[in-house]
């Protein structure tokens, strides 16, 4: 056990990077941000003003080389990510990274010799393995709840599409998006896809096909143990975030529903009907990112692996990169 506070790192302060600023410094004990930095100055700024970092970088590199930082959270866009966690691994800082590690295996494989080089720890952003729901699933089938599963569903579909520039650089929807159910699928079955078939199309925006991308997809996989899962995404629900998954077994099965900000069932004598569902992955996963930043703190203080490994984030990827290569060539790809 370590003795003292995790000193942090933040290296983009965006999105995602505002949401562990403020998880550390409000709820997350055993850790203290030392530093942001931010391409955006003022974006820096700001988050260090109203999460009470005492010091705001000029660069990644001015993190790396401060000595008095024990790890770095990669909170910057997809495309910086190798680059920051091979630089973090040589200066001989833990990292966080978020999903996914790259957009090619090439770099991920570089990104994770660099890693396993300086024996620093990596935890990818899977957050969603730490969401209650999903960890309840995963439960029911570790413990044979529901018997052998052979068939989950995942029903994944966001509230309304990202900006068009953010779709250019994303990768596309299956590095993007699907990405995070391909870690789930992994993480409930604890097992290794053998095939995958992905179809897809523009349904939504127009501007997304001709950026190269879909904004509908239905991905489905085989595992050797016979199983079969299916992930359904859409970039647009009317009705807001829809996040479910279902699981059939041979004894039962085990579904999760949609979070919603309140319980409340309205009834007349037109309609039963209730408020929508808590409208995105901030909302809707609040509770998760705290909970993944925490494992990834306390497996720095114990000196143990952290929970999501980068071999988990490079299956994700491997995964990514065979769905859109079987929705381009139109046929089932094996994953080797
Ligand atoms: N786990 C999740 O649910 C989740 C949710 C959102 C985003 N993400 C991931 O987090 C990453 C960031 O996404 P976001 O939505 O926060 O993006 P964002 O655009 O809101 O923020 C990124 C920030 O990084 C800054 N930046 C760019 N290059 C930089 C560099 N070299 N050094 C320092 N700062 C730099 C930008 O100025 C910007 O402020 C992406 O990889 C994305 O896939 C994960």
Known sequence: MRNGSIRIGIIGAGRIGKVHAQNITFRIPGAEIAAITDMDRAAAEAVAHSCSIPAVAGSAAEIFENSAIDAVLICSPTNTHPELIAEAARHGKHIFCEKPIALTLEEIDRALEAVKAAGVQLQVGFNRRFDANFARVRQAIAGAEIGQPSLLHIISRDPA????????????????????????????????????????????????????????????????????????????????????????????????????????????????????????????????FVAEMSAFIAALREERPTPVSGHDGRMAVVMALAARQSYLERRPVSIQ
Do not use: W
């Open 161 to 288: 599409p990202p900006p068009i520039s953010y779709v250019r650089s994303s990768g596309g929807i299956f590095l993007d998006m699907t990405i995070h159910d391909f870690d789930m699928v992994r993480f409930l079955l604890a097992e290794e896809p053998q095939e995958i078939y992905a179809a897809g199309a523009v349904m939504i925006d127009p501007q997304i096909g001709s950026a190269g991308d879909v904004d509908t997809a239905v991905t489905l996989l085989r595992f050797p143990s016979g199983a079969t899962a299916v992930i359904d995404n859409s970039r647009k629900a009317t009705y807001g975030y829809d996040q479910r998954v279902e699981v059939l077994g041979h004894l039962g099965k085990i579904e999760t529903m949609n979070c919603f900000p309140n319980q409340a069932i309205l009834s007349d004598d037109q309609s039963v009907r209730r408020d929508l569902p808590l409208n995105f992955f901030m909302d809707r996963y609040t509770e998760s």
